[in-house]
């Protein structure tokens, strides 16, 4: 979250346009970067993108209070405000049919979890973010241990962000055949059972 590195994939040298600094002719001029992975930290890299110019936003920011060798540590009673400043950024750059996908989960303090989590959520609303969806990240090999007074942490959050209610979902793209178990459940069906029903909501403008 804090750092995205940059790196071109498709030529062995670093193109010209590239800035050691991990600044693009594309950005100064504008334009959104294509083909390329910018390195620099997020806070001074976002500046750069115009508005309206990405698809999707996927990341998984430093936990809070956690690897402060790496990351430098945030403690979760400042994690919001550290955080909202860059969700402001990520919300401008962000086309009106995007998303953005924010993988966090609540660390415990004292024995119970913090709130910083919720309370990232109401102010990324409050700054004009749909909290669209909640999908869930299962950990099948999380880490190990014990503890007295909750379970293992086997599964994180990936919260679904939107600026609009209409926005780009591609769901053919990962919908999988049913089992065959389907046709003996199928014959146990009523007639209302197996009528579908679409949706009669209508999503304002």
């Known amino acids: 979250m804090r750092r995205t590195h940059i790196k071109y994939a498709t030529t062995k040298r670093r193109p ?15 334009r959104s970067p294509i ?9 001074v890299e976002l500046k750069k993108l115009p508005s309206n110019s990405i698809d999707l936003i996927f990341t998984s920011p430093p936990y809070a209070d956690r690897r402060k060798s ?14 909202l400043p860059i969700t402001a950024e990520l919300l401008r750059v962000l086309k009106p049919t995007g998303s953005f996908v924010l993988n966090i989960k609540e660390r415990t303090v004292e024995g119970e979890r913090h709130t910083y989590v919720l309370e990232s959520i109401l102010g990324m609303r409050r700054q004009g973010w749909l909290w669209t969806e909640e999908y869930i990240w299962h950990k099948r090999n999380c880490y190990p241990g014990k503890w007295p007074n909750r379970f293992r942490d086997a599964w994180e959050r990936c919260l679904h962000f939107t600026k609009n209610r209409h926005f780009a979902m591609h769901q053919d793209a990962v919908r999988v055949p049913m089992g ?13 059972d197996r009528r579908r029903d679409e949706s009669k909501m209508e999503l304002p403008c």
Do not use: F
């Open 16 to 30: 010209s346009h590239v800035r050691e600094d991990g600044g693009t002719e594309a950005s100064r001029n504008g």
């Open 35 to 43: 083909n390329c992975i910018i390195c620099g930290d997020c806070n």
């Open 70 to 83: 790496t990351y430098g540590g945030i403690h979760p009673d400042k994690y919001v405000e550290w955080l």
């Open 180 to 192: 065959n178990w389907r046709h003996a459940r199928l014959r146990n069906l009523s007639v209302t």
